[in-house]
């Protein structure tokens, strides 16, 4: 019997070598939002202390991701030139819940309530690549060799998508995602402080774009579709859903806009054939959706 013991013992040290210890994300203060999300990797909403101003999405547990499972990476600009996401959090803490390394800029909202303080910057989109790419390569770094550094994506909401606009050529981008935005047909309506590239812009874009916009009641709606209509060079693609400029971002997980946003970024990101599909097909699978309007170029499919 004593042998056995020993042997069961001998046993169950020999598994636990085996077994990844978890890797928890630096973090200088966090929050648990909806039970880290409904994806098989369950997030944290943090601030890292070698990251000013910027709000992450991260799994809780990294010891999953490693070569065969890397993070994907999104950059987000929010609505209005926030300094923080306190509107899109839930949006954006689901969509890291499905493996993906989310970089917002702006604080961290630990209370459920609207950020008052100086705009965010088109430039902190460029500082979370940063940061990412110099972390993968950081021995030091809970997320060392676990971030796909050729798997980016910058994204916005408003006047976030107009950052994304401005920061459209960047070369390390693998796709982009503009939410209820659109380059102004009339800047004179722009609000101060917004990034105001010219329409010509668009014509420096060499990555795949969708814009998801509010239906015709949002205020961006006009000029998102203007911009996704002279998009002929790269694969476009333009999803309206009728609930106007707010979208549904603060719906719990964010709502009906995250079933395009995410299914986009697995597609793009992770080269998921299934989520492909929603945008895929004539009529593609989102077009099947309730409420969902879309249209595609030709270079989709």
Known sequence: MKKISLLLAACALA???????????NASQSRLVE?????????????????????????????????????????WGNGACTNSPWEHYKFLNEI???????????????EDK??????????????AIDWAIAQNADKASP?????????????????????????????????????????FLNPA??????????????QNITVPVIYILGGETDIAYQNGMDDFHRLTKVP????????????????????????PALAWLQWQ?????????????????LSQREGWTTEKNALID
Not at 239 to 249: C, I, L, W
């Open 35 to 75: 039970d880290g999300g409904t994806g098989p990797y369950k997030v944290l909403m943090l601030e890292d202390p070698s990251l000013e101003a910027h709000t992450i999405f991260a799994p809780q547990d990294l010891s999953a991701f490693g070569k065969k499972n890397l993070l994907p990476v999104l950059v």
């Open 143 to 183: 997320y060392f060799g676990k971030i796909d550094v050729n798997a980016i994506a910058a994204a916005g909401m408003s006047c976030g998508g107009l950052q994304t606009l401005d920061n459209s050529a960047e070369p390390r981008l693998k796709t982009i995602m503009i939410c209820n935005s659109g380059l």
């Open 114 to 127: 609207p950020y008052r303080g100086p705009q965010s910057t088109s430039a902190q989109q460029i500082e």
């Open 15 to 25: 598994l636990a070598a085996c077994t990844p210890k978890p890797v928890a994300p």
């Open 96 to 110: 890291a819940s499905h493996g993906f390394l989310v970089i917002a800029s702006g604080f961290i909202p630990m």
């Open 236 to 259: 476009a693609f333009a999803a309206n859903y009728p609930v106007g400029h707010g979208g549904t971002y603060s719906q719990p997980h964010g709502g009906e806009f995250t079933v």
């Open 269 to 285: 990101l992770k080269g998921d054939k299934e989520a492909a599909k929603l945008f895929q097909g004539d009529p593609c699978g």
């Open 189 to 202: 309506t722009a609000v101060p402080g917004m990034p105001m590239p010219e329409k010509e812009k668009l």
